[in-house]
């Protein structure tokens, strides 16, 4: 017998996020992860080498001076310059890209009605909004991270408002204004619940992808110590470009997010119950299983 749907605009409770969270993924496993390797893969990849290279270099960059010798005068200019600026930006587009990835593939399907999504049906979502959470997630980005470097605390608050903000742009297709207000208003007195689901959802992401990352790197040190300067660079980099699967965990966090924006938007709204009555008369519509929410 085949598994039943998830059912996304419902109210959840914090067992209930985690419990749907990892049916969706366990019954969506292989298209989910072909589309997030597919589309988001390119932009963490690409991260990743850069990362890689960037690391290399800076091993080298101590190495000589640990060994007693001079790097140039302009090294570290360089390693502190421009590198150290791409660096944060081509981590800023592989975070949207995954971000836009997971959103499209909840998006068709739980609009779609199907069981499953294509990687093609993903990418059309993706074109259509990736620029367009780009773009519009700065001056949120921004807004948080100035909360952080007054006071922790207004940074962590504006990080559990704005965190649904990409999904509400492409679920609701709403404008700048219209995203951002509406954060502040599916928050409204759920800020604490909002919080601790993603708290530990995030460490669990944390967790399972360090596992993968350390375990790597700390392979790569030991063939680093028994080879020469030139193979441990390429030692460094492919294991970059690996631990792009660490970011698979990512997809974790982010459905978690995705069901915790549909319950908000339920609370407020109670769209998922009048689709759910709307189609009580449809022939094969199965919603025994389903917990109505008063």
Request: glycine fraction near 6%; aromatic fraction near 18%; proline fraction near 2%.
């Amino acid at each position: 017998m085949a598994e039943q749907k998830i059912e996304f605009r419902k109210i959840r409770d914090f067992s209930e996020n985690l419990n749907d969270t990892f049916l969706f993924i366990k019954q969506n496993f292989k298209p989910l992860v072909i589309s997030f390797l597919t589309i988001a893969g390119v932009f963490i990849l690409a991260n990743s080498i850069f990362n890689g290279i960037y690391q290399s270099r800076m091993e080298g960059f101590f190495r000589q001076i640990f060994s007693g010798g001079r790097a140039s005068a302009g090294y570290p200019y360089q390693m502190l310059g421009g590198s150290s600026i791409l660096l944060p930006i081509l981590g800023w587009l592989s975070m949207t890209a995954m971000q836009v990835t997971i959103i499209a593939y909840i998006k068709v399907y739980e609009l779609k009605q199907r069981e499953e999504a294509t990687v093609a049906e993903v990418w059309e979502e993706f074109k259509a909004y990736y620029f367009k959470v780009l773009i519009y997630s700065i001056p949120v980005y921004l807004l948080s991270l100035l909360g952080y470097v007054f006071c922790i605390a207004p940074g962590v608050y504006f990080t559990v408002v704005f965190l649904p903000f990409p999904v509400l742009l492409m679920v609701e297709n709403v404008s700048f204004n219209g995203a951002y207000n509406r954060c502040f208003e599916i928050i409204k007195n759920n800020w604490w619940q909002s919080f601790v689901i993603y708290l530990v959802v995030y460490l669990i992401y944390a967790f399972s992808a360090a596992i993968i990352s350390y375990t790597m790197a700390g392979v790569a040190g030991l063939l680093s110590y028994f080879t020469t300067n030139d193979l441990s660079a390429t030692i460094g980099i492919a294991t970059s470009v690996l631990s792009v699967f660490s970011f698979v965990f990512y997809i974790i966090f982010y459905v978690s997010v995705a069901m915790h924006y549909f319950t908000l938007a339920e609370k407020l709204d109670g769209t998922g119950m009048l689709q759910r009555l709307d189609r009580l008369g449809e022939k094969g519509g199965d919603f025994d299983n389903i917990k109505e929410q008063y």
